[in-house]
């Protein structure tokens, strides 16, 4: 019984490290297909990219883009979300922190 509140004790704070960067990850992934398909329509249609025309697009896909919930946007020529920003702009400070903690 006691290992077994060990294990516990141990796995959950991984689960739900896992989890976040699962949600990101599908995130990212989601962005960056948005994305790609999203200038593709652009350059097809020899279009200028419109908010309007943005939003449009966006409706094809969903309520669920980021699991978090983010507003997707498109900046710049880049789709971003308002909680993890795009695959650009992840921040490898956190990878390096990530990195720095001993697996168990």
């Known amino acids: 019984m006691v290992i077994i ?3 516990a004790a141990v796995a959950s704070p991984m689960f739900v490290g896992l989890q ?3 949600k990101e990850e599908v995130c990212l992934y ?3 297909i948005i994305e790609r398909d999203y200038d593709r329509d652009l350059a097809l249609s020899n ?3 419109s908010d309007m025309l943005f939003n449009q697009r966006l ?3 969903g309520d669920r883009i980021c699991p978090l919930d983010g507003v997707v946007v498109y900046v710049d020529g880049e789709v971003q979300c308002s ?3 795009n695959e650009e702009g992840h921040d490898e400070s956190e990878e390096e922190e990530d990195s720095n903690v001993p697996f168990l």
């Open 5 to 7: 509140g060990i294990w």
């Open 20 to 22: 976040e960067q699962l």
């Open 30 to 32: 989601n962005l960056q």
């Open 47 to 49: 279009r200028e990219h």
């Open 59 to 61: 409706e094809g896909y």
């Open 83 to 85: 909680v993890h920003g």
